[in-house]
Nanobody, 122 residues
Framework: VQLQASGGGSVQAGGSLRLSCVVS????????MAWFRQSLGKEREFVAA????????SYAAAVKGRFTIARDNAKYTVWLQMNNLKPDDTAVYFC????????????????WGQGTQVTVSS
């Protein structure tokens, strides 16, 4: 399984971005998917996750109500819609795929994309 993330960029506070993660391989629908982020000097942190069938989502408290995770298994793609962005959202965002039910736990994920930079200016 290979993951390719894209969609990052630079926006002003209050703006929006949509990240995409394309999953290679016909078994992509068998994996739970998540987004994590890491900013300079900080540990990687959970952002959002969605189960393999799309029936359940989970969000970090810091992004709940502003970010939305979705997937289309027919297109092997997972998205993260980010609205009302804040400077604290500045980070490299990574998509990940795994089979564990611990959706917000980074070691649960077996495969990681290369990351895409999101920069939010005040």
């Amino acid at each position: 399984v290979q993951l390719q993330a894209s969609g990052g960029g630079s926006v002003q506070a209050g703006g929006s971005l949509r990240l995409s993660c394309v999953v290679s391989g016909r078994t992509s629908s068998a994996y739970h998917m998540a987004w994590f982020r890491q900013s300079l000097g900080k540990e990687r942190e959970f952002v959002a996750a969605i189960t393999s069938d799309g029936g359940l989502t989970s969000y970090a408290a810091a992004v709940k109500g502003r970010f939305t995770i979705a997937r289309d298994n027919a297109k092997y793609t997972v998205w993260l819609q980010m609205n009302n962005l804040k400077p604290d959202d500045t980070a490299v965002y990574f998509c990940a795929a795994g089979r564990s039910s611990r959706l917000n736990f980074a070691p649960s994920y077996d495969y990681w994309g290369q990351g895409t930079q999101v920069t939010v200016s005040s």
